[in-house]
């Protein structure tokens, strides 16, 4: 089945403590992103990657970091998480198999609460 | 700058009657728009698109309508299911983007269907 999956789901910690969300898809997708939600927002890009050891910054970067060393896994690092971090996060793999419309298949989301 | 705007936070219809969702966007540079649902606990799912070259694209129960002059879209549920209700999110992408995957998402819209 094609998924992409997310780790943990629910996550709460204090500040400053670094914690990584861990995200993998196996639908052999190159480009990867992280998106979160907040209320009266919608989404917003944090970060995405193009393919292996290329990332970027999307949208709302600051505090956040990323890696991709493999094509499957991009996990999304907070070495010093603050309070605005809390949200609800989604990891998100795209599919061109529509031509130049990039699905997007997100992960079922991680929500995240900072102290 | 909120590019892609849903200005109607929720919407309550009652079954079998049609629901339209409605989404205004600023950038003209957009080409292609998708419609994303979303569950409670899930990530949200691809429903539908429209490239910028059409003004209609339909779908069983579900038709999206464009219209580039007022920068406007909107989706037409036809009729509404209480398995319907959910958060459904407007997407915009734009090519130049340069296939970062990117897509450029509204605030979102509630629909309750009411059996």
């Known amino acids: 089945e094609a998924q992409v999956t997310q780790n943990p789901r629910y996550l709460i910690t204090v500040t400053g403590k670094k914690l990584t969300v861990t995200c993998s898809q196996n639908m052999n997708h190159e480009y990867m992103s992280w998106y979160r939600q907040d209320p009266g927002l919608g989404l917003r890009q944090i970060y995405y990657s193009m393919n292996v050891e290329v990332t970027d910054k999307g949208d709302v970067p600051e505090g956040y970091k990323v890696s991709r060393k493999e094509k499957r896994n991009f996990p999304l690092i907070l070495e010093s998480p603050s309070p605005n971090q809390t949200s609800l996060y989604f990891c998100?793999?795209?599919?061109?198999?529509?031509?130049?419309?990039?699905?997007?298949?997100f992960g079922p989301g991680t929500r995240l609460t900072v102290l | 700058d909120q590019q892609v705007k849903q200005n109607s936070p929720s919407l309550s219809v009652q079954e079998g009657r049609i629901s339209i969702l409605n989404c205004d966007y600023t950038n003209s540079m957009f080409d292609y728009f998708l419609w994303y649902k979303k569950y409670p606990a899930e990530g949200p799912t691809f429903l539908i698109s429209i490239s910028s070259i059409k003004d209609k694209n339909e779908d069983g129960r579900f038709t999206v309508f464009l219209n580039k002059s007022a920068k406007h879209l909107s989706l037409h549920i036809v009729p509404s299911q209480p398995g319907d209700s959910a958060v459904y999110f407007c997407a915009a992408s734009a090519n130049g983007s340069g296939n970062t995957g990117k897509l450029i998402f509204g605030q979102g819209t509630t629909l309750q269907v009411k059996p």
């Open positions: 998100a793999s795209t599919s061109y198999d529509l031509g130049p419309v990039p699905e997007q298949f």
